[in-house]
Structure formats: C-alpha cells, structure tokens
T-cell receptor, first 114, second 113 residues
Framework: NAGVTQTPKFQVLKTGQSMTLQCAQD?????MSWYRQDPGMGLRLIHY???????DQGEVPNGYNVSRSTTEDFPLRLLSAAPSQTSVYFC?????????????FGPGTRLTVL | TQLLEQSPQFLSIQEGENLTVYCNSS?????LQWYRQEPGEGPVLLVT?????EVKKLKRLTFQFGDARKDSSLHITAAQPGDTGLYLC?????????????FGQGTELSVKP
C-alpha cells in the first residue's frame, strides 16, 4: 500500500492563479480531509468528506473547493490564489472518521503564493 | 469554537532529561490523540486516549487523559536525540460529527546529544 499520496510536493503560484492539489489513498478509507499548517497554529481543517459524493466545510474553507467523485481521490482546488494561502497543505484519511480512528497523513504540499 | 492550548511551544533539552508537554482546553473531548511530525513529513499517530484518567505507555513515552477529558499530557523519560520533532495533540469534540479533529499549536522538541 502506498498510503496517502499528495502531488505536487512544492508549488509556487502568482496571486490570482488557480491550481489543484491532488490527494489519493489506496486503503479504501471512507473519510478524507484537507488541513493547512502554519507556524504556531497547528493544523486547521479546510474541508472534509465522509464518502464519495459527500463533502463539507471545516474551520477555514474560504478560497478552497473540493469534490469527491471516487473513494480514492480528494482534490483541493484553489480558485484564485492569495498570499494568505501560503502554507503547507496536508491530506489525511481514516477508515470511517470516528473519534478513535487513526488518521493517516500524506507527506504534504508546500505552497508559496507571491 | 473549541481550542486546545499546547505548552510549551518550544523545548530544548539535553539527552537523558525528562520532559512533559501539556494540552489543555475548557471543553470536553470524546478522545484525544498525540501525533509526532518530522520535518518535511506528515504527522504520525502515537496514541489515542478515550477514557477520563486513562494512562497509556509507549516505551519511554507516557500519555495521560485528564479525569474530566479536557486535558492531556505527554511525558518522555530519558529523552534521546531520536525523540526530536514536532509533537501535536488533537482532540475529537464531544459533539463530533464527520471525524473533525481540533489540533493544538504543537511543541517543537529538540534533544541535544
């Protein structure tokens, strides 16, 4: 099993550009989520999905869109990048998203918006 | 909004010393997890505690969940350079819907040989 994979590893964008961060898992997990990590702020939930076709907003959803057409994939779209979106982005998955499930994190995407 | 306050934010110690990291909230959590993160990688789960007062041990690491399920601590005995990393606590709110986790700010631990 590859676990949770994310691409790209690094990305530099100009303000106003759009892009999609890719996330895939091969563990047949129902629950997938996106976090951003900023210095001194831990991880903050952007969007999450409890299964294919179902998504919902987390703590900091503005400026980001998601969709979940398959169990395996959960892409994160930045519609019009802003410098405030400079961060490290982590995708995570767990079996069902219960309070005791283990969350498996991808290696992260480091995004810089100029 | 539920918050998890983690302290200290930075900790630099010598090999062999003991240390404790704290994770506190005014809210009740149905479970609390501790993760460790290495530079350039995603967090990796160390332990999950569920019951108030629960204590779990993982080699030299001891995790405790407060009786009221509002706080937790991580104690490392005889720290080693290999323990260096970012330690994160994460709580599942008692109203938990959709697997949401609330993360603390993290503790950056550096253990010098």
């Amino acid at each position: 099993n590859a676990g949770v994979t994310q691409t790209p590893k690094f990305q530099v964008l100009k303000t106003g550009q759009s892009m999609t961060l890719q996330c895939a898992q091969d563990m047949n997990h129902e629950y997938m989520s996106w976090y951003r990590q900023d210095p001194g702020m831990g991880l903050r939930l952007i969007h999450y999905s409890v299964g294919a076709g179902i998504t919902d907003q987390g703590e900091v959803p503005n400026g980001y869109n998601v969709s979940r057409s398959t169990t395996e994939d959960f892409p994160l779209r930045l519609l019009s990048a802003a410098p405030s979106q400079t961060s490290v982005y982590f995708c995570a998955s767990s079996l069902r998203g219960t309070s005791t499930d283990t969350q498996y994190f991808g290696p992260g995407t480091r995004l810089t918006v100029l | 909004t539920q918050l998890l306050e983690q302290s200290p934010q930075f900790l630099s110690i010598q090999e062999g010393e003991n240390l404790t990291v704290y994770c506190n909230s005014s809210s009740v959590f149905s479970s609390l997890q501790w993760y460790r993160q290495e530079p350039g990688e995603g967090p990796v789960l160390l332990v999950t505690v569920v019951t108030g007062g629960e204590v779990k041990k993982l080699k030299r690491l001891t995790f405790q969940f407060g009786d009221a399920r509002k706080d937790s601590s991580l104690h490392i005995t005889a720290a080693q350079p290999g323990d260096t990393g970012l330690y994160l606590c994460a709580g599942a709110p008692s109203y938990n819907q959709g697997g949401k986790l609330i993360f603390g700010q993290g503790t950056e631990l550096s253990v010098k040989p």
